[in-house]
């Protein structure tokens, strides 16, 4: 079921009076940046995820260092950082995804997981982002600029929203992503 189809039927459940669907972080997917194929987060059930959006033009662009030593340092004890492109913010992300990889992997020997590009904030955005602003609200729950992070548990519950002036190199940071893996 496309991303597309799925949000209209949890819409519409929702809208006739189902609000105690349980729906999580599970219940999404996105194209890989390869674009050959899906990215379903119930892949990483029992996993930390940490999703961020980013931008190759950003003034931030430099966390992908920290990002990558995140998932280095913790991809074994259950870390997965999932990058997602947004063209968002000021036009940051003008590359296609080929480009894109290209300059993740050239610039940031970058080995996590990323998707396609996406629209992460307003009119169109990914449902994923409609979800996460729903269960940590608009300041937490949405990026508002480059390099948001949004922390998901090993139950698939968003747990915790970071804006980009929060560095994954940050000791509060990395005492809340290790909360989260339970180091």
């Given at each position: 079921m496309?991303?597309?189809?799925?949000?209209?039927?949890?819409?519409?459940?929702?809208?006739?009076?189902?609000?105690?669907?349980?729906i999580?972080?599970?219940?999404f997917s996105f194209?890989?940046?390869?674009?050959?194929?899906?990215?379903?987060?119930?892949?990483?059930?029992?996993k930390?995820?940490?999703?961020?959006?980013?931008a190759?033009?950003?003034?931030?662009?430099?966390?992908?260092d920290?990002?990558?030593?995140?998932y280095d340092?913790?991809?074994?004890?259950?870390?997965?950082?999932?990058g997602?492109p947004?063209?968002?913010?000021?036009?940051?992300?003008?590359?296609?995804?080929n480009?894109?990889k290209?300059?993740c992997e050239?610039?940031?020997n970058?080995?996590f997981?990323?998707t396609?590009?996406?629209?992460?904030?307003?009119?169109?955005?990914?449902p994923?982002?409609?979800?996460?602003?729903?269960e940590?609200?608009?300041l937490?729950?949405?990026?508002?600029?480059?390099?948001?992070?949004?922390?998901?548990?090993?139950?698939?519950?968003?747990i915790?929203?970071?804006?980009?002036?929060?560095?994954?190199?940050?000791?509060r940071f990395?005492?809340?992503?290790?909360?989260?893996?339970?180091i």
């Open positions: 496309t991303n597309f189809y799925r949000y209209i039927l949890i819409t519409l459940f929702l809208l006739i009076g189902g609000n105690s669907l349980a999580n972080a599970y219940d194209t890989s940046i390869d674009g050959e194929s899906q990215i379903n987060l119930s892949e990483y059930k029992g930390t995820i940490l999703v961020v959006n980013t190759s033009l950003c003034g931030f662009t430099y966390q992908y920290g990002l990558q030593s995140l340092n913790y991809g074994d004890d259950g870390l997965v950082v999932l997602i947004a063209n968002d913010f000021s036009k940051q992300e003008p590359g296609q995804e480009e894109i290209e300059f050239t610039n940031f970058i080995t997981p990323m396609s590009k996406e629209i992460v904030n307003g009119k169109g955005s990914h994923f982002f409609d979800w996460t602003k729903d940590l609200g608009w937490d729950g949405v990026p508002r600029w480059n390099f948001h992070k949004i922390i998901i548990d090993k139950n698939g519950n968003a915790g929203g970071y804006t980009p002036l929060t560095k994954p190199s940050s000791k990395i005492k809340v992503i290790e909360k989260a893996l339970k």
